[in-house]
């Protein structure tokens, strides 16, 4: 990455992640097709696919970011002939856990070296509360599921506030015979309740509990995906770093269990400006347009955290322009992410002489004018990578980001666009 820049002009982000596994995974157990505009072709939703298709599900693509799933009803998925392998896709592995829990036939999953070392427990331990016959390797992948053990529903309070752990006991208590209660911590993203109603579904909310009966089978759709706001958090913090004219970003969605970001950068000063795009279905999404601002330095409330979990990566580089200090705790959980996101955060501020202290669960910065460059490594990790590449915007010296592959998990064409708002990158 050449050091400075500026971002301008308009640009659309592809299809939000983990919309896109649920409709392939909803669409695989529904009875009829679905069909799904907008769809995030990266590699995460492609191992889900793949998947998918070794249980007997049909795909077809019209275009890339189009997929029809030829539904096989809740009995019809059929034993995959080896284990199914999830690559770096933490949603992946862990929403297909519920998903096969009730199945007549066991099976084995796993992925690369880092979701190899993500927990898999906090699916796994209430699962066997419900009857399912479940092993890890010591809490981590493989995770060998047994199959044929009927499911009873459960009450259960999840000790996380996570979507993946809920949305696993969702798919499960589908298959289970009861009424399923699950209580969140504090809320997390929504979509796979919005997305089972959108099938067919009755899901039930009350305060912090979301119920689901079991039984219930579920109508193939049309979804339109919006584009992801995760990834659209990249330009978000771009532009406020370096838009010296308005940067658009189209229709992001803009469900408000993800958009804590956006309060965040708020608080911090950031001129961001939301317009509403007319609904297509059950998501809300919108047209972003953002300037370039001065930031301060935030105690960033803690019950933002899950509504902003992904986008800590480019929020601290955020903080790291802003004037004054910020502080952001109660975001343990970024530590089991694909990588150990406060640790590798810590480590590249580091690189950019970014004064810093790493907390168990959190990060302290000192916000700084612009920063040093050097190199960086991304652990694999996608949003490590695209966060210093946005970082790069501010650097006086030249940034070099190593182990850049899997922003292809989650954001295709991301050198392309990120170019084309004016991101100076060059490829080694
Ligand atoms: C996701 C939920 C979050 C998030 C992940 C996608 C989902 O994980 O970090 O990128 O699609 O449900 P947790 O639920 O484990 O926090």
Request: hydrophobic share 45%.
């Amino acid at each position: 990455m050449r050091a400075g820049g500026r971002v301008a002009g308009e640009l659309a982000v592809p299809g939000d992640k983990s919309i896109s596994h649920r409709a392939l995974l909803l669409g695989a157990i529904a009875r009829g097709s679905t069909r799904a505009r907008g769809f995030l072709a990266g590699e995460d939703c492609l191992a889900t696919a793949r998947a998918l298709e070794s249980l007997g599900v049909r795909l077809e693509w019209p275009t890339p970011t189009e997929v029809i799933v030829h539904g096989v009803g809740p009995q019809g998925l059929v034993a995959p002939p080896g284990p199914l392998d999830l690559g770096n896709a933490g949603t992946a592995i862990r929403l297909l856990m519920g998903l096969l829990a009730p199945q007549r036939f066991g099976c084995t999953l796993r992925g690369d070296a880092s979701l190899m070392r993500r927990p898999m427990e906090r699916v796994a331990a209430p699962l066997r509360q419900m009857g399912a016959r479940i092993d890890t390797c010591d809490g981590r992948p493989p995770v060998v599921l047994h199959g044929g053990a009927p499911l009873r529903a459960i009450d259960y309070a999840l000790p996380v506030a996570s979507a993946q752990v809920k949305s696993a006991l969702l798919l499960a208590a589908l298959g289970a015979e009861g009424i399923t209660r699950l209580r969140e911590p504090a809320p997390s993203r929504d979509h796979t309740e919005r997305m089972l109603r959108a099938f067919g579904a009755e899901v039930e909310q009350q305060g912090a509990t979301v119920s689901l009966r079991g039984g219930q089978s579920l109508r193939g759709t049309t979804l339109e995906v919006p584009g992801d706001f995760s990834s659209a958090a990249f330009f978000l913090v771009a532009g406020a770093l370096a838009a010296e004219t308005p940067l658009v970003l189209r229709n992001v969605g803009v469900n408000p269990t993800r958009t804590g970001l956006l309060e965040i950068l708020r608080l911090m000063g950031a001129d961001i400006r939301v317009q509403r795009r007319e609904a297509q279905g059950a998501e809300p999404s919108a047209d972003l347009e953002v300037r370039r601002s001065t930031l301060r330095g935030i105690r960033v409330p803690e019950a933002l955290v899950p509504l902003a979990i992904d986008e800590f990566p480019v929020l601290f580089i955020a903080a790291a322009a802003a004037e004054g200090e910020t502080e952001v705790s109660g975001a343990a959980e970024l530590r089991v992410k694909e990588s150990d996101r406060l640790a590798a955060m810590a480590a590249g501020l580091g690189v950019l002489g970014v004064e810093h202290r790493l907390k168990p669960d959190g990060l302290w910065l000192r916000g700084q004018g612009t920063w040093r460059g050097g190199h960086i490594d991304s652990r694999g990790d996608h949003r490590i990578a695209m966060a210093f590449a946005v970082a790069a915007l501010r650097a006086r010296e030249p940034l070099e980001i190593a182990d850049v592959a899997n922003v292809a998990t989650s954001f295709p064409g991301f050198e392309a666009t990120a170019r084309a708002a004016g991101l100076q990158i060059e490829r080694h």
